[in-house]
Nanobody, 122 residues
Framework: QVQLVESGGGLVQAGGSLRLSCAAS????????MGWFRQAPGKEREFVAA????????YYTDSVKGRFTISRDNARNTGYLQMNSLKPEDTAVYYC???????????????WGQGTQVTVSS
């Protein structure tokens, strides 16, 4: 069992930066793939970024490439999402997720955090 708790959200002006953290409990986090998703008001939850269990492989949705960086510190059981050059359209609740990796595609995200609000003002 893995429990995930996000932090680091807040209100920031367009062009600013935020760093989200995802603290995990449980011994299996270090062997799970991890991802970040977001959900804006009135929209479906969408994929943002993912990182393999080792940190060696990362994926990003096109709209955040070059602006966001996903990383993890398995020794600290923590994942991160560094968000730079934020835009109003990045406003959403951000969720981290973790789960066993699969041969193809994203991991099976069995575990989810409660989310943290990111608001970008214009």
């Amino acid at each position: 069992q893995v429990q995930l708790v996000e932090s680091g959200g807040g209100l920031v002006q367009a062009g600013g930066s935020l760093r989200l953290s995802c603290a995990a409990s449980g011994r299996t986090f270090s062997v799970y793939g991890m991802g970040w998703f977001r959900q804006a008001p009135g929209k479906e939850r969408e994929f943002v970024a993912a990182i393999s269990w080792s940190g060696g492989t990362t994926y990003y949705t096109d709209s955040v490439k070059g602006r966001f960086t996903i990383s993890r510190d398995n020794a600290r059981n923590t994942g991160y999402l560094q968000m730079n050059s934020l835009k109003p359209e990045d406003t959403a609740v951000y969720y981290c997720a973790a789960g066993p990796e699969r041969v193809a595609g994203l991991p099976k995200y069995d575990y989810w955090g409660q989310g943290t609000q990111v608001t970008v003002s214009s």
